[in-house]
C-alpha cells in the first residue's frame, strides 16, 4: 500500500491515521516481534503490527511525521527499510532562499528521509523510504510552496531542446534596457553638464511596462514566497522598484518632482532591466557548468549497425539487445558496450578515460560504448545496453556528484535560512533611520531601496553548486569520476595515500619467472601447478596457466579443489594431496624446504618476486617453488614521487611477502611498506593510519580492497578492477595510471578553492553592500548593476575550471604542499607483521 501527505485511512483523533512501508530482512516470528517492539518505542505510535509474509509494516501515528522515525528504528533493529533516489526538476528558483523553501517543502511530505535541492542544476534529489511517496505527490508539494516541479526524464545537460521561450530570451532583456535608456540619458548627460530632463508623462510612460510587463516575474514569485511565509530575491527586487515607481508617481500627482524635476522611475527600471540581464547571463554560465554530462551523453549513437542472416542492418539503439553482434566501421563510435569477436583497430577512448593515445584492440578485448573505431573494421557482441552500460554509469555518477551538496554548503544553507528577513529589518531600519533624522522621506525611501536591491542571496546560492559541477565536470573529462561531494571536499586533505600493490602499483599481469622443482623435472612441477589453477581467475593462477600453455604441457585434472582465504589453494592430483601458497602455508605444514631451494627462494625474494610453494600435503614434503614478477606501472615512481613532494606519506598494504614487497617500496620510493597483510585485516591497517589525526586515501582495485577503501578518509579506485571496488569508492579512476590520484587530489583542491572564493564574494558583496546603501552611498542603479555582476561573476568564477587539464596528458600540477605526517611508529616497525 503506497502512502501519501495524507493518511491511508480516515483520521481517528483518538488512535491518528495509518501508514504503511515495507521491510527486508526478517525471517521468522521472532523478528517480526523484534521489529514491532522497536516501532512500539517510536514516540507518536500508538500501534505497530508486521506481516512477514508481505515483508510490510502497518502502524497507527498520529502523523506522518513520524515514519522517518519509524524507519530508523526498524533499521537500527538490524532490518533494511528500502528506499529510492527521486529526482525533480524544479523551476522558478531565483536564490539560495528558494532552495532553502523547496527542501523543507519536500521534508514535510510523509515518507521523505532527506532532501538536496540544487540551484545551479535546478534539479532536487529526494530520498524516500520505497513505496511511501511518488514523483507526482512531491512535486505538489514543490508547486503547494510556490514552484514548478516535475519528475526528471534526463540527465542534467541532455534535455530536449525546449521551444522558444520568449521570456528567457535575450529580447526579455534587449527590449527593458531600450525603454530604460532615455531614462538614465539625462544622468550621463548631467556628468557632462548637460542639464535635460525628459517630460514626467514621458519617464511614466517609459517605466511602466518595465515594471508591471517585464518585472511580472518578481511580483509574481515573490507574492509566492510571502503565502509561504518566507522570502526570496524576488520580493526584495519587487519590494524596491515598487517603491522606487511608486515614489515617482506620488511626486508626479503632487506636482513635486524632486530636485531639478528629478523622478526615480529610471531607479525602477534600470534595477529591473539589469537584474534580468543578470539572470539570463547566470542562465548562459550555468548552462556550461553542465557541459561535462552533455559532452558524455553525446558520446552516444543514436543507431547501431547489427549483423543478421550475414546481413549488417541498421536499428535505432534501443533496440540493441545483449548477444546481438554489432559491426564497427572505421571512424564510427562504437554503440554499446561489447566483446571483440572478428577483427582489430586502434580504439579511441580519450573521452572517457582522458588517455588522449589510441589504444590497440583485438579478439576478446572489451569495447565500450562511446569509443571511436580508428582504422579496422570490428565485430562484436554486445555485452551490456541501455543504463547498464559503462557510459551511462559514468553519466550517472558525475550526474549525482554534481546534484550533491559538500559539508560546506551547511553554512550557507543556514544564512540564507535569515538573510531575507534580516535585509527586510535593516532596509525598515535605513528607512526609519533616514525619515526621522533627516526629514527627508523621498531620500530615505531610496537608501531603503537600494538597500533591498544590493542584497544578493541568490550569489549565495550558486557559490558551492556551480564550483561542484564544473570540478566534476573537469575531472571527468580526465578520466576522474568524482561520486559524490563529500569526497571532493576531503580528497584536498589527504595526508596520507595507501596503496594496494598488484594492479594498482603494478600492471597487475604478474608472469611465471622461476620454477624450482625438488626432483628437477620442472615440467611435472608446472603440470600439477596448472591443475591446481585451472578454474581459478586470480592472476597468478593466470600466469601459471600462460606459463604451461607456452611450454605445451598438457594441463592435469584436479579434485577437491578449494581455496585458502590469504594463504592459497589445495586439491588432488593423481591421488596426491596438494598445496599451493605462501611461505605462511608452508610453515604451517611443517615442510622443510632444504637449503638449496630455501637459498634459491631467499634470492628471488631479494629481487622483488613473489614465491609460492608446492607442497604434498600428506607427506609433509616441499615438491618444489614456482616465483612470480610482475613489472611496475610506467608512470608509478613518478606519481609516488609527486605525492610526496606535497608532503603527503606513501605507503603500500600488500600480501606479499616482506622481502618483494620491500623491493617494490625501494623501487618506488614509498615512505612505509607494511606486507604480508591479510585482505581482511586492510581496513585495520587504513584505521590505524588515521590515527593523529591523519586524512588517509585509500587506492586499490580488487574485491578485496573494498572494506579498505570503504574506510578510509577518501576511497580510490581503479576502473581496470571490479565494479565492488568501484561501488565501494567515492572517486574512480577510469585508467589505471597511477598519476591519476595526484590528479584527483588537485581537482579537490582547486574545486574547493572556488568554492571558498565564491562564498567569500558572496558574502563580501553583502557585507560591505548592505552598509554602503544603508549609509546612503549607493544609488539604487549602481545596487542592481552590482547585484547581477555577484551572481554573474560566482558563476564565471567557478567556469575558469573547465581550463584544467590532468598532469597525465599535459605538464604536471604541483600538488599544494602540506606539512607532513610523523611516520606512525607502530606500523613502521612492523612493516611484515601479518
Known amino acids: 500500500m503506497s502512502i501519501s501527505a495524507e493518511p491511508s485511512v480516515a483520521f481517528d483523533a483518538a488512535t491518528g491515521a495509518e501508514w504503511s512501508f515495507p521491510v527486508e530482512g526478517m525471517t521468522c516470528a521472532s523478528c517480526v516481534r523484534r521489529v514491532e517492539h522497536a516501532l512500539a518505542d517510536v514516540p507518536g505510535v500508538s500501534d505497530a503490527s508486521v506481516n512477514l509474509a508481505t515483508e510490510r509494516v502497518t502502524l497507527r501515528a498520529e502523523s506522518g511525521a513520524v515514519l522517518t522515525a519509524a524507519a530508523q528504528a526498524v533499521t537500527d533493529a538490524g532490518y533494511d527499510v528500502p528506499r529510492d533516489t527521486v529526482e525533480l526538476s524544479v523551476a522558478d528558483m531565483t536564490c539560495a532562499s528558494c532552495v532553502g523553501r523547496v527542501e523543507r517543502a519536500l521534508r514535510a511530505v510523509p515518507g521523505v528521509v532527506e532532501a538536496q535541492v540544487n540551484l545551479a542544476t535546478e534539479r532536487a534529489a529526494v530520498t524516500v523510504l520505497r513505496d511511501a511517496v511518488s514523483a507526482d505527490m512531491l512535486a505538489q508539494a514543490v508547486t503547494r510552496a510556490g514552484y514548478g516541479a516535475a519528475p526528471v526524464t534526463a540527465p ?181 558496450d561489447a566483446q571483440i569477436v572478428e577483427g582489430s583497430s586502434h580504439v579511441d577512448e580519450s573521452m572517457l578515460t582522458g588517455e588522449s593515445v589510441p589504444v590497440a584492440r583485438g579478439v576478446g578485448d572489451a569495447l565500450t560504448g562511446g569509443a571511436i573505431n580508428a582504422e579496422g573494421l570490428l565485430v562484436a557482441r554486445t555485452t551490456a545496453v541501455g543504463a547498464e552500460t559503462v557510459l551511462a554509469r559514468i553519466i550517472r555518477m558525475v550526474e549525482h556528484a554534481q546534484a550533491a551538496k559538500a559539508p560546506i554548503q551547511r553554512l550557507v544553507d543556514r544564512v540564507s535560512a535569515v538573510f531575507v528577513p534580516v535585509v527586510l529589518v535593516i532596509a525598515l531600519a535605513t528607512l526609519l533611520g533616514w525619515g526621522f533624522a533627516g526629514g527627508d522621506w523621498s531620500a530615505a525611501l531610496l537608501n531603503a531601496v537600494a538597500v533591498l536591491v544590493i542584497a544578493c542571496p541568490c550569489a549565495l546560492g550558486l557559490a558551492t553548486p556551480t564550483a561542484i559541477m564544473a570540478g566534476t565536470g573537469a575531472g571527468a573529462r580526465a578520466g576522474i569520476l568524482i561520486k559524490d561531494a563529500e569526497a ?218 573494498a572494506p579498505a577503501l570503504a574506510a578510509a578518509d577518501v576511497g580510490i579506485a581503479m576502473s581496470t578492477g571490479t565494479d565492488v571496488a568501484m561501488h565501494a569508492a567515492g572517486i574512480t579512476l577510469m585508467r589505471g595510471d597511477p598519476l591519476l590520484v595526484a590528479d584527483a587530489l588537485v581537482v579537490s583542491d582547486r574545486t574547493v578553492r572556488k568554492i571558498r572564493q565564491n562564498l567569500f564574494w558572496a558574502f563580501i558583496y553583502n557585507v560591505v553592500g548592505i552598509p554602503l546603501a544603508a549609509a546612503g552611498l549607493l544609488n539604487p542603479v549602481v545596487a542592481g548593476a552590482a547585484m547581477a555582476f555577484s551572481s554573474v561573476s560566482v558563476v564565471s568564477n567557478a567556469l575558469l575550471l573547465r581550463r584544467w587539464r590532468a598532469a597525465a596528458s599535459q605538464g604536471a600540477h604541483a600538488l599544494p604542499a602540506r606539512v607532513a605526517k610523523p611516520l606512525n611508529p607502530a606500523s613502521s616497525a612492523q612493516e611484515a607483521t601479518s
Open 156 to 336: 542534467v545537460g541532455t534535455e530536449a531542446p525546449k521551444p522558444f521561450d520568449f521570456w528567457s530570451s535575450p529580447y526579455a532583456v534587449t527590449i527593458p534596457a531600450l525603454l530604460s535608456l532615455p531614462l538614465i540619458a539625462p544622468m550621463v548627460l548631467e556628468w557632462f553638464g548637460v542639464h535635460w530632463m525628459l517630460p514626467a508623462w514621458v519617464q511614466w510612460l517609459l517605466a511602466t511596462p518595465v515594471q508591471f510587463v517585464f518585472g511580472w516575474r518578481f511580483y509574481k514569485a515573490g507574492w509566492k514566497a510571502v503565502r509561504a511565509g518566507a522570502g526570496n530575491m524576488d520580493l526584495l527586487v519587487a519590494l524596491g522598484t515598487s517603491a522606487a515607481y511608486g515614489l515617482s508617481l506620488w511626486m508626479m500627482a503632487g506636482g513635486n518632482e524632486g530636485h531639478g524635476g528629478h523622478l526615480y522611475f529610471e531607479s525602477a527600471a534600470v534595477v529591473i532591466t539589469l537584474v534580468r540581464l543578470g539572470k539570463w547571463l547566470e542562465t548562459r554560465a550555468k548552462r556550461q557548468t553542465a557541459d561535462a554530462i552533455r559532452a558524455l551523453a553525446a558520446l552516444r549513437p543514436d543507431t547501431a549497425q547489427l549483423r543478421r542472416g550475414g546481413q549488417v542492418v541498421t536499428v535505432p539503439l534501443a533496440e540493441v539487445r545483449v548477444g546481438d553482434e554489432i559491426v564497427v566501421r572505421p571512424g564510427e563510435r562504437v554503440p554499446v
Open 488 to 705: 571532493l571536499e576531503v580528497a584536498h586533505r589527504v595526508s596520507v595515500v595507501a596503496f594496494d600493490k598488484t594492479g594498482t602499483l603494478t600492471v597487475g599481469k604478474p608472469e611465471v619467472v622461476a620454477l624450482h622443482a625438488v626432483d628437477g623435472d620442472e615440467a611435472a612441477l608446472l603440470a600439477q601447478l596448472a591443475a591446481l589453477q585451472a578454474g581459478s581467475e586470480h592472476p597468478l593462477a593466470r600466469a601459471v596457466l600462460t606459463a604451461a600453455k607456452a611450454r605445451e604441457i598438457a594441463v592435469l585434472v584436479a579434485t577437491n579443489v578449494r581455496a585458502l582465504p590469504g594463504r592459497g589453494i589445495e586439491g588432488e592430483v593423481d591421488g596426491i594431496a596438494l598445496q599451493l601458497g605462501s611461505e605462511g602455508l608452508r610453515a604451517s605444514l611443517g615442510a622443510e624446504a632444504g637449503a638449496a631451494l630455501e637459498a634459491a627462494a631467499n634470492k628471488l625474494r631479494s629481487e622483488g618476486r613473489t614465491v609460492s610453494w608446492l607442497v604434498d600435503a600428506g607427506a609433509r614434503r616441499v615438491l618444489g617453488l614456482v616465483a612470480f614478477g610482475d613489472a611496475l606501472k610506467p608512470t608509478a615512481v613518478a606519481a609516488v614521487a609527486r605525492l610526496r613532494a606535497a608532503g603527503i606519506r606513501t605507503v603500500m598494504l600488500t600480501g606479499d611477502n616482506a622481502g618483494a614487497a620491500r623491493h617494490i617500496g625501494d623501487a618506488l620510493g614509498l615512505d612505509e611498506v607494511q606486507a604480508e597483510v591479510l585482505p581482511e585485516h586492510k581496513a585495520a591497517r587504513v584505521q590505524a593510519l588515521q590515527q593523529g589525526g591523519a586524512v588517509v586515501a585509500m587506492v586499490g582495485d580488487g574485491i578485496n580492497d
